[in-house]
């Protein structure tokens, strides 16, 4: 082999003894940052977080109220399980406060009993009722809809307007969507479910599953993506996926998939275009509640509602709040007015309804 | 000397007594299991029936799928590993010592990223079917048919290219470990190459092949990134949508118990299968003989070895590199750096830690046979087939309990509180990746152990050895490469290790893997692949040094 006998033999107890200092320094380092773990401030220094949502989404407007307020925020961003460690770590958990990227979750945590009841009159001034809870355990921040991607060029105008009609037999192997199982689809049928019905829903959802071009796949993003290369001419995404892709100077291609699509608000007739929330909510055990209610009013603020919401191409709750250029372009359209909670309710039905007609086989 | 010499008999539970050793293993068991009794709990508290309405709708397609994926990537890493390691032992060709730790690379390549970067080079706008569409004088997907990369074929080549090297690396120790006498004994006895490999070398591996190829099938059930991103509906992808789309977390820690019992049921069945075998050598007195291999069988044997390092290390790190040299400021910063030293740290003391732990236990288990002491060890090590979700939630149920116990003790006699101890702290994450690693520790140690013979340990107690001294003075010279293998494979898993930190982390506290994660869950890994290109990257130092060790082992 390459080197002669004697010295390999030297490089291999090198390497190891290597080894061996590094892990032993390297332990020596946590054991460091288990013991001189920074001591928690007092109320109204610091706030903890539980997130839903992605650190890169929110750390800028948390670093803003930071520098307005002096409250420090601190973060946990996790999608599995943050339901469980609340419940687990009972009245000695250090989470202030939630964050969330949908309603299905504040659903479970109302369901679960972690959520403190909260009285603002900011936070009644700047969030109208219907996105947020009517015993103040929940707010929503920003909404998003979910719309119809629709190609330019093989779909006529009018040929699709409502959820219905991603149903009608005359769309068949057109359609493309991500997993049934996805809470944002899952929230699309919880809300059809609480509109029509069960028996109406799963005739509807039966109809959409016949249409489908493809498998259950991919985000949101993908749909259209689907729709660019020819593979269905109608996809379904929240809006905010088209903002991303028009702006995506990074991934130029992306501009492109956006490109080839219109945006349908479904519903535009009758019930209006299923929206969902990101929201917050704080939780029972807190001991910074102060604190906590300060960030959410921070959030739902003239200042916070324009650049949280500009950041991920959301709609700000707050009545009024300027939109980005781009969501300004898509249009005014009605949303459905059906209070969230409600619709949530429906979300074990809706999930069950996937499994039981094969939505994603 | 107080204990009889006979080490080895079977102790029933009526003969069973005590002893120090005994008592450690279960001490060790009960803390690496609690994790596991609590997801058993969990399933055993009362919930909506979930069973009727999935045994009427999805479970056969989540069975069916789940065990497809399992055989298929089971039989891929087998054949691939085993047969490289056979290659990498036995013979000697261009490129051999290159080989023998580059077969491992892959290893260090999360599974969903691998998934991430085949499908941008294998999807409609890839360059695979651009140049086709060039060629061809397609204009768009419906006028020709490309095979789905986001199906449980693909997912199943996928997990293939990056899980091999587990079976690579125990089958390869195995196969040094194994005497020269006895194959000479076979080519005299007139087998070929070949025979000589089936009758005698692959037999005599079997209990270190069936632990990598365990490993694997367990990595398989484990995992949700790959699946989900492949649309594929496996047992776990089932579990996962139990607990959070139908908010049932019983319903879901039912589904996963179901699968920890499937999956001790298939180990049993195998030791039941070699039920009476012994698999120790002869030590070699010489060093292993080794065959040439030249001309068109070099060449032959060079690509073999070649193809899943090209495809499960040389394709990944390249993708991502380019990805990284358009995306890197994203990720360019401080936090980057931070979240590469809490990774190296967490997967390093975990390392150490498992594989004392499983060195512990193997060893107490094979000085007291008895049955409870086995049982106690293997549930011990049945995290691994957990998802990953689930058992952080195993995690944090006993953690939270003993720290609100504490605190309610303090309150109650001391009248301060002492609030959450562990829970949300990196002992919490540690805690966590050893109810996840024993596996990998105590299968390393284990099957390590089952080739060392007997007598030899027979002997130092007839001269008056203490079982610590044996197990300092023979067992753990002579397990060196088994148990740098373990660290090994501990160490990169925890590099990889996603779902444990991020549900049992402190606040503010990122990994490579968490930073990569929060834009690859949205399908943007291009932004965070300087992060994921750490990961890897952060692997193959560890890789390379303690292969060369391992070998260096064998050389002494």
């Known amino acids: 082999m390459l080197m002669p006998m004697r010295i390999r033999h030297i490089f291999y107890k090198k390497a190891d003894t290597a080894m061996k ?66 419940r687990a770590e009972g009245a000695n958990s250090p989470a202030d406060a939630v964050l969330t990227a949908d309603i299905g979750r504040l659903s479970d945590m109302v369901e679960a009993g972690v959520l403190a009841p909260v009285k603002s009159a900011i936070l009644e001034q700047n969030i109208p009722a219907r996105y947020r809870h009517p015993g103040g355990l929940w707010f929503g921040l920003t909404t998003r809809a979910r719309v119809l991607l629709v190609s330019k060029e093989r779909v006529k105008p009018g040929m699709v307007t409502s959820y219905e009609d991603l149903a009608n037999p005359e769309l068949k192997g057109k359609i493309c ?62 809006t905010y996926y088209m903002g991303k892709m028009q702006t995506n100077e990074k991934k130029p291609q992306q501009k492109k998939w956006a490109a080839a699509v219109n945006i349908v608000f479904p519903n535009q007739a009758d019930r209006g ?70 619709v949530s309710s429906y979300r074990r039905e809706a999930s069950k309804m996937v499994d039981k007609i094969g939505f994603n086989y | 000397m107080r204990q009889p010499v006979g080490l080895f008999s079977s102790y029933t539970w009526a003969r069973w007594r005590p002893d120090g050793w005994s008592l450690g293993v279960f001490a060790i068991a009960a803390f690496t299991a609690a994790p596991i009794l609590a997801v058993v709990v969990l399933a055993l508290t009362s919930s909506p029936d979930i069973w009727a309405h999935l045994a009427a709708t999805v479970l056969p397609h989540y069975i069916h799928s789940t065990l497809v994926l399992m055989t298929g990537v089971g039989v891929g890493a087998f054949i691939i590993g085993t047969g490289t390691a056979w290659l990498t032992s036995a013979y000697t060709f261009p490129g ?85 006498a006895v194959l000479e004994a076979g080519r005299v006895l007139g087998c070929g190459p070949w025979r000589n490999f089936f009758t005698i ?49 019983a319903g879901a820690a039912q589904l996963a118990t179901a699968m920890m019992v499937f999956v001790l049921l298939l180990l049993a069945a195998e030791r039941i299968g070699r039920k009476n075998k012994r698999f120790d050598n002869v030590r070699r ?39 990284a040299l358009r995306f890197y400021e994203t990720s360019l910063n401080l936090s980057l750096l931070t979240s590469a030293l809490n990774s190296l740290m967490l997967s390093g003391i975990a390392a150490f830690a498992a594989v004392a732990l499983g060195l512990f236990m193997a060893y107490g288990v094979r000085l007291n046979g008895g049955r409870a002491i086995k049982s106690a060890a293997r549930l011990a090590s049945i995290g691994y087939a957990v998802p990953g979700a689930v058992l952080a939630v195993g995690v944090l149920l006993p953690l939270a309990r003993f720290d609100n116990a504490i605190d309610a003790a303090a309150r109650e006699y001391l009248g301060f509180s002492t609030g959450l101890l562990m829970s949300g702290t990196i002992f919490a994450v540690l805690y966590g990746f050893l109810a996840r690693f024993m596996a990998l520790s105590f299968g390393s140690a284990e099957s390590g152990l089952a080739r060392i013979t007997p007598s030899m340990e027979g ?65 943007m890994l291009e932004e965070s692949s300087l992060a994921a290109l750490g990961i890897v990257v952060a692997g193959i130092a560890p890789v390379i040094a303690l292969s060369l060790s391992i070998s260096g082992s064998r050389r002494q």
Request: glycine share 6%; charged share 20%; hydrophobic share 50%.
């Open chain 1, 21 to 86: 200092t590094t892990l032993i320094a390297l332990s020596f380092v946590a054991l460091q940052a288990v013991i001189l773990a920074p001591p928690a401030l007092a109320d109204g220094k610091e706030v903890n977080l539980y997130s839903y949502r992605q650190a890169f989404l929110i750390q800028p407007i948390l670093d803003r109220f930071t520098e307005q307020s002096g409250i420090r925020v601190n973060v946990v961003f996790a999608k599995k399980g943050m339901l469980e460690r609340i």
């Open chain 1, 177 to 238: 969507i991500r997993s049934g199982k996805h809470l944002y689809n899952i929230s699309l049928i919880a809300s059809v479910i609480a509109h029509k019905g069960p028996a109406a829903a799963e005739k509807w959802l039966r109809g959409l599953k016949a249409n489908l071009a493809r498998k259950p796949q991919g985000n949101d993003r993908a749909q259209a993506k689907a729709v660019y290369e020819g593979v269905c001419d109608v996809g379904i995404s929240n």
């Open chain 1, 273 to 342: 275009t299923h929206v969902n929330i990101s929201g917050a909510a704080v939780l029972k055990g807190s001991r910074r509640k102060a604190a906590a209610i300060k960030l959410i009013e921070f959030l739902s603020g003239d200042f916070a509602q324009k650049i949280y919401a500009r950041q991920n191409f959301e709609y700000p709750v707050k009545p009024g709040v300027e939109l980005h250029p781009i969501v300004k372009s898509w249009g005014a359209f009605k949303a459905d007015t059906m209070n969230l909670a409600r």
């Open chain 2, 96 to 180: 051999k010592a290159v080989f023998e730790w580059a077969l491992l690379l892959p290893m260090a390549v999360p599974a969903y990223i691998i998934a991430y970067v085949y499908t941008d080079l294998l999807d409609y706008a890839g360059p695979v079917q651009s140049v086709l569409r060039e060629v061809m004088g397609y204009r768009n997907a419906r006028d020709y048919s490309f095979p789905e990369i986001r199906s449980l074929g693909g997912a199943t080549a996928m997990m293939t290219l990056v899980l091999y090297p587990y079976v690579y690396l125990l089958a390869r120790s195995a196969f040094l470990d194994q005497s020269n």
């Open chain 2, 201 to 249: 070398a692959l037999p005599m591996a079997r209990p270190a092949i069936v632990v990598g190829v365990s490993l694997v099938m367990m990595e398989v059930l484990n995992d949700f990134g790959t699946v989900d991103f492949f649309a594929v509906q496996t047992f776990t992808a089932g579990i996962y949508d139990v607990w959070l789309n139908m908010n049932n977390p």
């Open chain 2, 459 to 523: 002997a130092a107690r007839t001269l008056g050895a203490s079982r610590w001294s044996v197990l300092r003075r023979i067992h753990i010279p002579l397990l060196r490469g088994s148990l740098l293998t373990a660290v090994l494979l501990v160490f990169v898993d925890g590099m990889k290790e996603l779902p444990m930190t991020m549900l049992l982390r402190p606040f503010n506290f990122e990994t490579l893997a968490t930073f990569v994660h929060q834009y690859a869950s949205d399908e």
């Open chain 2, 285 to 323: 007195s010489q060093p292993r003989s080794k065959t040439r291999l030249t001309g068109v069988r070099g060449i032959i044997v060079f690509a073999a070895c070649l193809a899943p390092v090209a495809l499960g290390f040389g394709v990944p790190v390249w993708v991502l590199g380019k990805y």
